[in-house]
């Protein structure tokens, strides 16, 4: 059985390598690994002969590989050769195991004597213990005993120490009653140290018994002490207020009160060394102490009451006398308060080191003086200089320069500050009536309103001066003779500068309208005394006023002399007034705040409409809708100056430009008017005013005008704007107005179908010959003088017109009254 299972083992194998489907073919790889064996055994194999050798097994080690005949062979070698590599293996573990284990013997042994000595230790830790025990038993026992031994001393001690501050009010109470103590003295204050200090232990201690007893003991020597004190401050300054009032008593002239006033501050500042240090202890204890607190209030209260008696009626007094100029009394009275108030602050420091509410309510009513000696005098002034005088020597000279960099002053600067506030009111009242009465509601006098004639006249003024003064000058040059060189570059760079063209008339300050003039008169004036937001306000009003006063004088010259004088004025005196006000570095504008009832009138409407539904219990119950939609609305208005005299000089201009433009073109404009008016276009022609003939008149009338206008007009706008940038700027519209109606003549010619021979009878100039035209037209000639337009020439001999009279002629007052 054995046997046949040994041979199906066999043939089984067999069959692992069979040729047709073995049953575990090898790879190449592992046949290559089979005959590398197989060579190596081979190579390993001794040959002896044919026989076959046996190889057996040798001792434990040998590598050599026994004869393998079957499976179990090679099993059994493949065991035998796996024990011997194991037991290779683990020859070093087993040396390495053994060590161990005699480490571990000897470990053992270590810890047994370790173990013994631990023993022995013990015993001998238990009896220190024993002995330690009652050696600091004892020790305990002398600690507790040094410690009762402390403590009762210290308690001894604190006894002594609290009946200390129980013992001291007998001791205290002689010292604070010696006929011989002085509060100026060093010794005084300590005592009152002292009896400080027992003060705060009786009130931290309040229980211990009599605690509340002794308390009263020493509040009572406090107050004797404060008492003795306030006794001694008062006398001190009543002695030096006596000193100060005597010789002002004594005196009746001028010169004593003036030396007595010089010793009003003296006598107090000899009296500050005797109650410097006792105050100074006052307000040492005052930051600590009620007492000493209300003690020091007290002397301050003293001292300022003292102060008011000897200088306050000095002071008033000096007030009153104070020069009648209204300007020079502020001055001198400032000037005068300043000066107290410093003294007196300097006087304060030589007795307190500690600011004062006393202080500075004698130095308030002082200063209230000022107030209440000036304020009636400025309330009924009413010249515009005066109050603005005032109000720039209250808020420059007093309030920026003198108060405001001196904390002295604070009083003065408080009373100045009042001043200004009633100066001010009372400056813009009586600016709104110096506007609406001189500005607005001014006459003009004949004089005033003498344009151009006025001009003219000033022009020739200049002229002759300017002629004169040449004169003059070549006159000196001749009489000189020997001059040095530095002499004679002088000379002539005044020649030079006498040289110089003059400015033009239009350019005086002199020869502006006198609404304009008062106007920016009181802007100036107004602008350094007023708060911005209040100069806003007026200048707005100012402005709007001046335009309207400006407008009304142009419509007066216009309907005496022509529209061309009126306009050119108009814009004359609103370029003045937009050039003098861009320097005002404020905003001429204004909010206005205003009311609207259109909501009102519509829901009034909407409940007289329909009266059926008031009471109707819907949605459209009209007396609800007339509650709740009839509320005024709040609107708001911003009025700004600078943007109405830009608006009213530009309608100005435009005026002025057609106004131009009518004159030199006239016929034109009529006839383009026509022309536009007319359709259809190609049947114009058949009109009877649009024949050539009649357009040839026209173009000819127009020519006519421009020649015999255009020079006068030019002439005008040079004596009323005197400014060859503004002509040019003003004359250019105008220039292309006449040159454009020209233009629309050659076009209608050309669109309507005019014939090449009707527009040789036209003869209408083309843009460019009326450009030259103009520029002909315009040259003024040198023989003869061109005169405004408007004006005509007399045909007697022109005198040369008196300087001194026209003088006196342009010198005539306004028929209002002086500025106030």
Known sequence: MDNMTLKEIQNKLLLWETSENPLAPLTSNQRE???DLESLILDKTPDSGDDKTEVSVKAEGDTSIPLIDSTFDFLEWYEHLYENSIKADDAPYETYYKQLEERRNECVSLTNQITATMSDLNKLSEEYNLVS??????HNMSEQLLADQTKLSNIGDDIKQKLHYFTQVEHLSQRLNSTTMSVNSETFFNVLAKIDECLDYMRKNNNFKEAHTYLVKYRHLQNRGISLIRSYIIQVLNHATEQVLAPEEDSTDQDSMDTAYAVYFGKFQAAAPKLRMVISEIEKRAETNEEYGALLADAQREYAARRARAAGGAAGAALRGAARDHCAALRAACSLLALACRDEYALYAHFFSRPSVALDEYLQSLCNGLYETLRPQIIHINHLETLAELCVILRIEVIEEQVNNDPALHALGQAARALLQDAQERLVFRAHVHLRHDVLLYRPAPGDLAYPDKLQMMEQI???????????SDSRNSMVSDVSATSQEVANINIEAQRRPQASPADLHGMWYPGVRRTLAALS???RCLEKRVFQGLAQ??????????DNAAKQISANKTNIDGELFQIKHLLIL???????????VIKETSLDFSNVKNAAYGLIQRPRQIFSLNSNNTLLEFLLEGTPMVKEHLLDSRKEVDRQLKNCCETFIKHATEILAGPLIELTEKVQAFTPI???KTQPWATPEEMAVAVKEAQKRIKSHLAPLQRSMQLYLANKETEFILFRPIRNNVVGYFMQVEQTLNNAGYSYEDKLIVACPTPEQVSVFISSASLISHSEPVLPYGKK???STVKKPNIANIQENLEEKDNAKPVS
Do not use: G, H, W
Request: hydrophobic share 40%; glycine share 0%; with cysteine.
């Open 525 to 527: 004036r107004l602008y």
């Open 462 to 472: 200049a002229i002759s001066i300017q002629e004169q003064s040449l004169k003059r």
């Open 682 to 684: 190609e049947q114009l």
């Open 33 to 35: 690994a089979i005959l």
């Open 793 to 795: 020439r007399k045909t």
């Open 578 to 588: 937009r050039e003098q006000i861009a320097p005002f570095q404020v905003d001429f």
């Open 133 to 138: 025990n009652k050696t600091n038993a004892l």
């Open 541 to 550: 009003e100012a402005i709007s006023l001046c335009v309207q006063s400006v």
